[in-house]
């Protein structure tokens, strides 16, 4: 009898935790259907080309829009989407400065104007060995260099996130050198390859996904595709980064895709594909080696 009252019990049991998963899983999905909503309203009109795609299935919306990183708001990528509600991503405005002809100031809404947007799926690999494909809308950040044109003493993009903590609660955390910061080689800013993403999904970004505009550079560690940006520096001096000051043992400058060079604390073998859950070798270059080999 005991027995069978157990079962009985298990039975229910696992039937109600069936039913409270199922139905938060749709709480979640409602939840960021509708904070989607306003950004999935802006679209905007860019085509894809068609040179730059990838044999591997596209990464759904949803599952892409609630696994994020983005440290300026929480440190637990399901839940970064939530806590964007004080994110103010428009008006804004992005400083291109330093060794360039002719510095600048621009609005983002107008350099999309002025730019030539375009639609591209990348692979995007993060150093924490989880990956996703998405189609970025955005423009090759060479045609923004050769409009502020580069003077011949520069070498390197240093670029940086904006800072407010009153939107960005974590930007309260001292622990952590805010605003962000990253940099590259001219040589890989003004790659074809390299894109300042301004929407996906063919809208503009959402404010997860680093609004109004962010770095795209598929073959390297997502890290250093940084979000939100407000500046834009052109130097003879190699940036720092903001991983490589916190963990300069854990995260390069380069930091290029590899499968042959683990993290300290894990393989970089292979990538687990975030929505199905399946996992493929690592490509080196996270596949774009011919397009940037000759860098390095
Ligand atoms: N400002 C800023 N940029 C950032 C990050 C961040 O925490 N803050 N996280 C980086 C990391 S580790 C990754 S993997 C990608 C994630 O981009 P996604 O959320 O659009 O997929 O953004 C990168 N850019
Ligand atoms: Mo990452």
């Given at each position: 009898?005991?027995?069978?009252?157990?079962?009985?019990?298990?039975?229910?049991?696992?039937?109600?935790?069936?039913?409270?998963?199922?139905?938060?899983?749709?709480?979640?999905?409602?939840?960021?259907?509708?904070?989607?909503?306003?950004?999935?309203?802006?679209?905007?009109?860019?085509?894809?080309?068609?040179?730059?795609?990838?044999?591997?299935?596209?990464?759904?919306?949803?599952?892409?829009?609630?696994?994020?990183?983005?440290?300026?708001?929480?440190?637990?990528?399901?839940?970064?989407?939530?806590?964007?509600?004080?994110?103010r991503t428009r008006p804004w405005e992005v400083e291109i400065s330093g060794l360039v002809e002719n510095p600048m100031t621009l609005d983002v809404?107008?350099?999309?104007?002025?730019?030539?947007?375009?639609?591209?799926?990348?692979?995007?690999?993060?150093?924490?060995?989880?990956?996703?494909?998405?189609?970025?809308?955005?423009?090759?950040?060479?045609?923004?260099?050769?409009?502020?044109?580069?003077?011949?003493?520069?070498?390197?993009?240093?670029?940086?996130?904006?800072?407010?903590?009153?939107?960005?609660?974590?930007?309260?955390?001292?622990?952590?050198?805010?605003?962000?910061?990253?940099?590259?080689?001219?040589?890989?800013?003004?790659?074809?390859?390299?894109?300042?993403?301004?929407?996906?999904?063919?809208?503009?970004?959402?404010?997860?996904?680093?609004?109004?505009?962010?770095?795209?550079?598929?073959?390297?560690?997502?890290?250093?595709?940084?979000?939100?940006?407000?500046?834009?520096?052109?130097?003879?001096?190699?940036?720092?980064?903001?991983?490589?000051?916190?963990?300069?043992?854990?995260?390069?400058?380069?930091?290029?895709?590899?499968?042959?060079?683990?993290?300290?604390?894990?393989?970089?073998?292979?990538?687990?594909?975030?929505?199905?859950?399946?996992?493929?070798?690592?490509?080196?270059?996270?596949?774009?080696?011919?397009?940037?080999?000759?860098?390095?």
């Open positions: 009898m005991d027995r069978r009252k157990f079962i009985k019990d298990l039975g229910i049991a696992s039937a109600s935790t069936l039913l409270i998963s199922s139905s938060s899983a749709c709480a979640q999905n409602t939840g960021v259907e509708k904070q989607l909503e306003p950004f999935r309203a802006q679209k905007l009109a860019a085509e894809n080309n068609a040179s730059f795609t990838v044999n591997r299935q596209m990464t759904d919306e949803v599952i892409a829009a609630t696994y994020n990183n983005y440290y300026e708001f929480t440190n637990r990528k399901s839940t970064v989407w939530k806590k964007t509600d004080k994110f809404d107008d350099l999309i104007k002025q730019m030539p947007i375009e639609e591209r799926i990348y692979r995007l690999r993060c150093v924490e060995a989880w990956a996703m494909v998405v189609p970025w809308i955005g423009f090759p950040m060479k045609a923004l260099l050769e409009k502020v044109q580069p003077k011949a003493e520069a070498q390197y993009v240093r670029m940086l996130t904006f800072l407010d903590a009153d939107m960005a609660p974590e930007q309260q955390n001292v622990r952590m050198p805010w605003p962000y910061f990253e940099g590259l080689t001219l040589a890989e800013a003004m790659n074809d390859l390299t894109l300042l993403a301004v929407g996906i999904y063919g809208h503009i970004l959402p404010p997860q996904h680093g609004a109004p505009i962010r770095l795209i550079v598929p073959w390297k560690y997502g890290f250093k595709s940084i979000k939100s940006v407000v500046s834009i520096e052109l130097t003879d001096q190699k940036p720092r980064t903001f991983w490589n000051t916190l963990a300069p043992r854990e995260y390069g400058f380069e930091a290029n895709v590899n499968p042959n060079v683990p993290h300290p604390r894990w393989s970089q073998a292979s990538e687990r594909m975030i929505g199905t859950g399946k996992r493929h070798p690592t490509m080196i270059y996270n596949g774009y080696g011919s397009s940037v080999a000759h860098l390095y």
